[in-house]
């Protein structure tokens, strides 16, 4: 399937997993805490739905430290994006430097993989 296959689904199951677990923050300040579980449980199996057949569509072209750091750098882009556009707080100079340092984390994943 290619080895973007992995990233894509790695970004929409990360849009799932993001809103489960802040999206409630914004849109249901005021429900009830065991709903806000239930209906956030909700949301993460779809991201299952992505997450696992992205790590197995994954292993073909990754090592498996390699899918866990796309998926951190992926996760961090995601809520960043997510905290600017969806609750409305700034951006942070402190986001642009863990950034970097997953940049310096994926540099050494990448460096000698000959998958």
């Given at each position: 399937?290619?080895?973007?296959?992995?990233?894509?689904?790695?970004?929409?199951?990360?849009?799932?997993?993001?809103?489960?677990?802040?999206?409630?923050?914004?849109?249901?300040?005021?429900?009830?805490?065991?709903?806000?579980?239930?209906?956030?449980?909700?949301?993460?199996?779809?991201?299952?739905?992505?997450?696992?057949?992205?790590?197995?569509?994954?292993?073909?072209?990754?090592?498996?430290?390699?899918?866990k750091v796309l998926q951190e750098i992926i996760t961090m882009l995601v809520f960043a994006g997510?905290?600017?556009?969806?609750?409305?707080?700034?951006?942070?100079?402190?986001?642009?430097?863990?950034?970097?340092?997953?940049?310096?984390?994926?540099?050494?994943?990448?460096?000698?993989?000959?998958a």
């Amino acid at each position: 399937m290619g080895k973007l296959t992995p990233i894509l689904m790695l970004f929409g199951s990360n849009l799932f997993m993001v809103y489960a677990w802040y999206g409630h923050l914004k849109d249901m300040k005021n429900k009830a805490l065991w709903l806000v579980i239930l209906l956030s449980w909700g949301v993460a199996f779809f991201e299952y739905c992505l997450q696992v057949p992205a790590n197995r569509i994954g292993q073909a072209s990754y090592t498996l430290a390699q899918l866990k750091v796309l998926q951190e750098i992926i996760t961090m882009l995601v809520f960043a994006g997510f905290c600017v556009w969806y609750l409305k707080q700034p951006l942070k100079w402190d986001y642009f430097w863990a950034c970097l340092c997953l940049v310096g984390a994926a540099f050494f994943m990448f460096r000698s993989h000959a998958a």
